[in-house]
């Protein structure tokens, strides 16, 4: 079954500290690796990756895709409590869209 | 610019009634996805429409329908509903590409 893997599923930090969230997928019919923040209502769009090895960065926020290993991560430096989200992965093909369950991070004080 | 906007934000229907969401997409974009978002989960993909056609298809049952307007606006129809489909349904935009732009999304309950 085509799936997207989030870990971990939940993360409690505080600020100031480095957050580093996965997602693995599968292979088939590989078209894109999107990210996506999720706080109230609708997700917000933070990147979208085809290429594997190269860094999309946006402030303190940043990712990479591993097309070879099938995962990308998504960085985030020096948290803020404004970073506390749901963080989505999404992972496109052909033919679909599969979200993965998202990983809530929780930035305290 | 306007964004994504979807009607209505919230509603209540009772089981085995049908239910009609709207969206209206982002200036410039002409594909609209729909997506189930349960709590606590990812959002599921229902379909995607692009020139008034449906493009692609999620794993949901034929009580899932839409449509897309010329204009590029969309409609979601849900026939029969059922207490399960209560959820947060998602409308995102996008221009021939997956970065999608999403809707605030309408909160269907279903008693």
């Known amino acids: 079954e085509d799936k997207v893997v989030q870990s971990p599923l939940s993360l409690v930090v505080h600020e100031g500290d480095t957050v580093t969230l996965n997602c693995s997928y599968e292979?088939?019919?590989?078209?894109?690796l999107l990210w996506y923040k999720q706080e109230k209502k609708a997700p917000t769009f933070l990147f979208m990756l085809t290429s594997s090895g190269i860094e999309k960065k946006s402030g303190r926020l940043s990712s990479i895709l591993d097309k070879k290993e099938l995962f990308s991560i998504l960085n985030i430096t020096a948290t803020q409590t404004g970073d506390s989200a749901v963080y989505l992965c999404c992972k496109t093909s052909y033919d679909k869209v599969i979200f993965g369950p998202g990983t809530s991070l929780s930035v305290i004080p | 610019d306007a964004g994504v906007t979807q009607s209505p934000t919230h509603l209540i229907k009772t089981r085995g009634q049908q239910v009609t969401l709207r969206c209206s997409p982002k200036s410039g974009h002409d594909t609209v996805s729909w997506y189930q978002q349960a709590l606590g989960q990812g959002p599921q993909f229902i379909f995607q429409?692009?020139?008034?056609?449906?493009?692609q298809r999620g794993n949901f049952p034929d009580r899932f329908s839409g449509h897309q307007f010329p204009n590029y606006s969309s409609e979601l129809n849900v026939n029969a509903l059922l207490l399960g489909d209560s959820a947060l349904y998602l409308c995102?935009?996008?221009?021939?590409?997956?970065?999608?732009?999403f809707g605030p999304g309408t909160r269907l309950t279903v008693t």
């Open positions: 995102a935009s996008s221009r021939q590409s997956y970065e999608q732009y």
């Open positions: 429409y692009y020139e008034e056609e449906e493009r």
């Open positions: 292979v088939t019919n590989f078209r894109s």
